[in-house]
T-cell receptor
Framework: GIQVEQSPPDLILQEGANSTLRCNFS?????LQWFHQNPWGQLINLFY???GTKQNGRLSATTVATERYSLLYISSSQTTDSGVYFC??????????FGKGTRLHILP | GAVVSQHPSWVICKSGTSVKIECRSL??????MFWYRQFPKQSLMLMAT?????????EQGVEKDKFLINHASLTLSTLTVTSAHPEDSSFYIC?????????????FGEGSRLTVL
């Protein structure tokens, strides 16, 4: 089946720093989403981005479907950005597969 | 964005009992819902795809008689953990696809933390 790999697995940054999270996938997909899982387990939708670039405040994302990767950019990090960031892809047979996530720690 | 509500958020039960978890799409109709299981510090593992009006499709290794899924309406899917045992303790999360904007974007419930004593 399709492989979804996220990097880095863990990231520790000082408040105010910028970061780039990567999601690689091994086969063509119907779409891709980025989520932030907060400490209580709730998954928050960040981007629905099968291709192209989107921006929402300090966050932006780019998916290059032909090269099978997506990037999530976080600028001017805040402590509330801490948590786990997941990318999830919808496969050609309509299954949603998650990567293992990037655990982000923002230090005050 | 679309809202998905999951209930209960927390449940503690005795070994051998059954537990039902509900997943509701509050402001949209969802023909397809997904159930996931998440162990501590791990990713979400897809358990099954729930389709309104038909049988759920289970992933390999997931016991369908253990995890009963019912999707009786366009806004409600339920997961019943039957004869629960301590190894079933986990965080269970549902999601629903919204086609309101013709995207199939996935929205998640708050999750249900099950502890089996």
């Amino acid at each position: 089946g399709i492989q979804v790999e996220q990097s880095p697995p863990d990231l520790i940054l000082q408040e105010g720093a910028n970061s780039t999270l990567r999601c690689n996938f091994s086969d063509s997909v119907n779409n891709l989403q980025w989520f932030h899982q907060n400490p209580w387990g709730q998954l928050i939708n960040l981007f629905y981005i099968p291709s192209g670039t989107k921006q929402n405040g300090r966050l932006s994302a780019t998916t290059v479907a032909t090269e099978r990767y997506s990037l999530l950019y976080i600028s001017s990090s805040q402590t509330t950005d801490s948590g786990v960031y997941f990318c999830a892809v919808e496969t050609r047979d309509d299954k949603i597969i998650f990567g293992k996530g990037t655990r982000l720690h923002i230090l005050p | 964005g679309a809202v998905v509500s999951q209930h209960p958020s927390w449940v503690i039960c005795k070994s051998g009992t059954s537990v039902k978890i509900e997943c509701r799409s509050l402001d949209f109709q969802a023909t397809t819902m997904f159930w996931y299981r998440q162990f501590p510090k791990q990713s979400l593992m897809l358990m099954a795809t729930s389709n309104e009006g038909s049988k759920a499709t289970y992933e390999q290794g997931v016991e369908k008689d253990k995890f009963l899924i019912n999707h009786a309406s366009l806004t409600l899917s339920t997961l019943t953990v039957t004869s629960a045992h301590p190894e079933d303790s986990s965080f269970y999360i549902c999601s629903a696809q919204s086609w309101q904007e013709n995207t199939g974007e996935l929205f998640f419930g708050e999750g249900s933390r099950l502890t089996v004593l």
